[in-house]
């Protein structure tokens, strides 16, 4: 039963890395993150966990693999301090202070 889920879920493999990818992430970052969903999947169904992944027996769960890839993906980003996120206002440079901090403002996200 496992290894028939694990395969319906992988048909789609390029659509969760293309999804990974819609939250900010790089191609290998985004390979990475559906890497771990298959881990993170795989142990959820060893544990008879089954009844969310599918509807009906049929349908891939696309809620639930999104939010298992959005949470790789948000403590990947935690862990790897490559990303600021911050809330800022418009009429200040944070970019020039934050450099000025020692931090990179390249993969710098304002909202």
Known sequence: ??????????????????ICMSFGADLETAKDCTQDMYIKVFTWLSNDNDRSL???????????????????YLNHCKHSNKYVIKEFGNDIDFGFILEQEGFETQNLVMI
């Open 54 to 72: 599918l509807y009906e027996g049929k349908d891939v769960n696309y809620f639930f693999i999104w939010k298992c890839l959005r949470s790789i």
């Open 1 to 18: 039963m496992v290894v028939k889920i694990l395969e319906k879920i992988s048909k789609k493999n390029n659509d969760w890395i293309r």
